[in-house]
């Protein structure tokens, strides 16, 4: 099976959280990014879709500043 990555912005709560969720659900690995005002809720939502076959992780970042752009990628 090959393993998909999804990146998602703002998942510390809403539309995001719950895309975040979804995707992990249907078996993507998942990237949250979100601003350092929303890191700790961001982790705490990685934490919750993470699980022993897929792990998910939070990134402290900007996508409208460059330099963050090209830490993350």
Same mark, same amino acid.
């Given at each position: 099976?090959? !393993? @998909?990555?999804? !990146?998602?912005?703002? &998942? &510390?709560?809403?539309?995001? @959280? +719950?895309? +975040?969720? !979804?995707?992990?659900? &249907?078996?993507? $690995?998942?990237?949250?990014?979100? !601003?350092? +005002?929303?890191? &700790? =809720?961001? *982790? $705490? ?7 022993? +076959?897929? @792990?998910?992780? =939070?990134? *402290?970042?900007?996508?409208?500043? $460059?330099?963050?752009?090209? @830490?993350?990628?």
């Amino acid at each position: 099976m090959e !393993l @998909r990555t999804v !990146l998602i912005t703002g &998942a &510390a709560s809403g539309i995001g @959280r +719950a895309t +975040a969720h !979804l995707a992990a659900k &249907a078996g993507y $690995r998942v990237v949250i990014v979100d !601003l350092s +005002a929303n890191f &700790a =809720a961001s *982790q $705490r939502v990685a934490e919750e879709i993470s699980s022993p +076959a897929l @792990r998910a992780v =939070a990134l *402290q970042g900007d996508m409208g500043v $460059r330099a963050d752009i090209e @830490r993350i990628f």
